[in-house]
């Protein structure tokens, strides 16, 4: 009866053991489990199917728009960095700096590489429609001779014309400064940074310009325009808080600038700022639809471009590239507000500018003290 006994315990021992063992085991599956799954996730992500579907997403959407296209291959290559293994065994601390740090090289790149296919691809298509329109100038079946009287009246040849638009707008204060170093500065509220491409076929000398908003319906014009045409570092920002003004440098890209040093060659593409008085508040700029850019060159032609607003490139973001600064500088004890009237070469053809842009006032504007600006101390 002991032995019985015995090996009925030894019985029991054997299943309470053989149970236990069997709850371990599937404990650590569900465990094991439960850590692979972001793993399972990415396994599926890499397979050659999925990717190349996701290649075939974005090919079709990268046709149209640049931006889903670099996105996906950052993602790829993010992808492609955690398959290789190439931190495993790194702390996740390392992990996730090493992850931000690629994908903050990443979005840089593809910033910079589609501003440089979007200006590509702009003078692509300019070229494009210029040799189409060549193409179809000669192709035209020309009348055969016969009396003057008998011929059909002749289709007007398109008229050479400029391309552009506007990329963004910042509406906020402005300072248009005057002399070096600066006495005295007059107010602007718009800073505007375009794009305009030469499709005149000439040389273009810019006498002058003019430039209007729609919005709410109906155009708004600017003012303020060639104020800083003579000079690269005329534009600025005051801080008085800090009692420091700081100049912008527009040697390379300020419109008023470049385009009063030389003219712009035929089909030359430029991307520059202007500086101007615009009846607008900070908020209008999002209810901005259309811009209307007209330029008069140097015998009173003129020449303009409707473009949609805001464009694909109209992303609002300012980089080093696009606008440098100068060192802050001490604002000067003398320095006053002034008012004064565009500068623009030639009464006649402030004439015609003016009244191009709505505006009807004598030339130059003159105060009943008969001095040429107003003037303010700050």
Not at 240 to 246: A, E, G, Q, V
Request: proline letters at 8%; charged letters at 20%.
């Amino acid at each position: 009866m002991g032995k019985g006994r015995h090996n009925l315990e030894r019985l029991l021992q054997a299943a309470y053991d053989f149970q236990r063992r069997k709850r371990v085991l599937e404990v650590s599956k569900s465990v094991a489990d439960k850590k692979n799954a972001p793993s399972k996730v990415f396994s599926v992500i890499e397979q050659p199917l999925v990717l190349g579907a996701l290649f075939a997403v974005g090919g079709v959407v990268g046709a149209l728009l640049f931006t889903p296209a670099f996105i996906l291959c950052a993602l790829c290559i993010l992808l492609g960095v955690h398959r290789a293994g190439a931190l495993t065994g790194q702390s996740l601390k390392v992990q996730i700096t090493s992850y931000l740090g690629l994908a903050l090289l990443l979005s840089l790149g593809g910033y910079f590489l589609f501003g440089a296919l979007n200006n590509a691809l702009e003078r692509l298509q300019t070229a494009f429609a210029k040799k189409v329109a060549i193409f179809i100038e000669k192709s035209s079946p020309r009348p055969t001779s016969s009396p003057p009287s008998a011929l059909p009246p002749s289709a007007p040849l398109p008229r050479p014309t400029i391309f552009g638009g506007v990329n963004s707008i910042f509406i906020e204060p402005y300072y248009r400064f005057y002399q070096d170093p600066p006495i005295a500065f007059d107010r602007l509220n718009a800073a505007l940074y375009l794009n305009v491409t030469n499709g005149t076929g000439k040389a273009l000398y810019v006498r002058g310009y003019w430039v209007e908003a729609f919005l709410e319906g109906k155009w708004v014009k600017f003012s303020g325009q060639m104020s800083g045409a003579f000079e690269p570092y005329a534009y600025g920002l005051m801080d008085l808080k800090t009692n420091t003004l700081t100049r912008f440098d527009l040697s390379r890209n300020g419109f008023d600038y470049i385009t009063q040093q030389r003219p712009l060659a035929p089909d030359e593409n430029i991307d520059a700022w202007i500086f101007l008085k615009a009846p607008l508040n900070p908020n209008d700029g999002q209810k901005i639809r259309k811009f209307k850019v007209t330029i008069l060159d140097s015998t009173d032609q003129q020449y303009s471009f409707v473009s949609d607003y805001p464009t694909k490139r109209g992303t609002g973001i300012v980089v080093p590239q696009q606008l440098r600064f100068m060192p802050p500088e001490r604002i000067p004890p003398t320095l006053h507000e002034e008012s004064y009237p565009a500068v623009m070469p030639g009464a006649a053809s402030l004439r015609v500018l003016a009244k191009g842009a709505g505006f009807d006032f004598p030339f130059p504007a003159t105060r009943k003290d008969n001095t040429q600006h107003s003037s303010y101390v700050l």
